[in-house]
């Protein structure tokens, strides 16, 4: 019913760029919280950036003044542009949105924690 889908992921240099996006489908009423963990093989999910729904941003300590984290609230989009990426920036990077509220039939749902299926960002030195 409700899917998150990232793109933008792939292969780049390090001190390059890339832009990341997540489109959340579905009958969608509205998105609070939305965020970019990164999960690095044998490492636990961390935190890249957050944003709310007023555009109040977040940003892990390794990344800021590199990353930006966006959204469009009447896409349900959250990007997140990354520059001078570093080969420590290499993860899956997976899209979450929290306290998403939709329709399902005749009724109004909230979910919490809700998470997309990750795209691959390396970055080679």
């Known amino acids: 019913q409700v899917q998150l889908v990232e793109s933008g992921g792939g292969l780049a240099q390090a001190g390059g760029s890339l832009r990341l996006s997540c489109v959340a489908s579905?009958?969608?009423?509205?998105?609070?919280?939305m965020a970019w963990y990164r999960q690095a093989p044998g490492k636990q999910r961390d935190l890249v950036a957050s944003i709310s729904r007023g555009r109040s941003t977040n940003y892990a300590d390794s990344v800021k003044g590199r990353f930006t984290i966006s959204r469009d609230n009447a896409k349900n989009t959250v990007y997140l542009q990354m520059n001078s990426l570093k080969p420590e920036d290499t993860a899956v990077y997976y899209c979450?949105?929290?306290?998403?509220?939709?329709?399902?039939?005749?009724?109004?749902?909230?979910?919490?924690?809700?998470w997309g299926q990750g795209t691959q960002v390396t970055v080679s030195s």
């Open positions: 979450n949105a929290d306290r998403l509220t939709y329709s399902s039939g005749s009724s109004i749902r909230t979910s919490y924690n809700y």
């Open positions: 579905g009958r969608i009423i509205q998105i609070n919280d």
